[in-house]
């Protein structure tokens, strides 16, 4: 995955806001992390996130995740030496 500075930068990018607290709880607590991970729990955490952080935080959560998945795509990738 991403640093976390990586998705607070992105974030700030997108919106002028960073969403730390968002992604420090997307990602820092790793007894949690796959059940915030879990794209089939996604509907799940939107709600969470949509009362915790407003709308915005939703796409920026959902961000998140697609930025987590292409990050472990091209490690893959580059493993199996598809990918430079």
Do not use: C
């Amino acid at each position: 995955m991403p640093p976390l500075n990586d998705h607070f930068k992105n974030s700030k990018e997108r919106t002028g806001k960073e969403y730390e607290a968002l992604h420090r709880w997307i990602d820092d607590d790793k007894a949690k992390a796959m059940e915030t991970h879990d794209i089939s729990k996604i509907p799940e955490n939107i709600q969470y996130v949509r009362g915790e952080w407003g709308e915005e935080a939703v796409r920026e959560f959902v961000l998140h995740i697609k930025e987590d998945m292409e990050h472990r795509m091209k490690e893959n990738l580059q493993y199996f030496g598809l990918f430079k």
